[in-house]
């Protein structure tokens, strides 16, 4: 087969939601993760909703002159919610990748068990699987918020950022979802960077796809499963 273009490589992830579709019996891993992040992240959302009031009260000023009072509880009242609107947001693709990550890299073994694709490398423990992810979402935000950074910079710096964030996120998503496709394979740990080395522009078409339907909230954990499959049908058809 035909190695794909970045094109073809970005509807593989819908290539891995047909796929799903056709096999039942991935249906319970493909859901496990999208319930369960839903489950938290409406908790989150009730949990900043009632503490608002309660966090206004203590850090809103009481005392002073009525216009200045008025003017200051109502900055305090913005920056509360703008801080928390902020936190989970970020938390957002964190704790749903984390959370996500033992059900998706089992979706993918069971995706090349299924393509009758030999399997070499042994299934990880749950540890073993949080712990890396954990280091990569830390690893993820680092290098954001470096590129947030760069905003300081007027007008380039605005054009870099936007940029240079838009690679970087295709290329990590992409060495996200290929990972443990590699590992089944038997590849050495680190083999991924390798991968988006050797195919960048299929790394940013099949990243591309799901960094822009991930921009939409909830749709982006329901995309999950889809794209563990899809970087699985990917590595079966860019590697020997």
């Known amino acids: 087969m035909a190695r794909p273009g970045p094109i073809v490589a970005a509807t593989y992830p819908f290539r891995g ?80 990748a984390l959370v996500a990550a033992p059900f998706l890299e089992r979706l993918a073994r069971r995706t090349l068990e299924d393509l009758g694709v030999p399997i070499a490398g042994a299934e990880r423990s749950l540890p073993a699987i949080l712990t890396q992810q954990a280091r990569q979402v830390g690893v993820f935000l680092v290098v954001e918020g470096g590129l947030l950074a760069l ?8 054009i870099l950022q936007t940029v240079g964030g838009a690679w970087f996120a295709c290329v990590w998503i992409t060495r996200e979802f290929v990972q443990s496709p590699l590992e089944c394979l038997g590849r050495p740990a680190g083999e991924e960077f390798r991968f988006v080395r050797a195919h960048h522009a299929i790394s940013i078409g099949f990243g591309g796809s799901i960094l822009f339907v991930s921009l939409v909230p909830l749709v982006g954990y329901m995309i999950l499963p889809a794209a563990a499959v899809g970087g699985a049908l990917l590595v079966r058809d860019c590697e020997p």
């Open 17 to 96: 939601l047909a796929f799903l579709a056709r096999r039942r019996h991935l249906w319970p891993l493909a859901a496990a993760p999208f319930l369960l992040n839903l489950v938290l992240y409406a908790a989150a959302v009730a949990l900043f909703a009632f503490s608002v009031p309660w966090l206004f009260e203590r850090l809103a000023p009481g005392e002073g002159p009525g216009a200045w009072r008025g003017v200051a509880r109502a900055l305090t009242g913005l920056a509360i919610v703008a801080g928390g609107l902020l936190v989970m947001a970020l938390s957002y693709t964190a704790v749903g």
């Open 151 to 158: 905003w300081i910079v007027p007008v380039l710096g605005g």
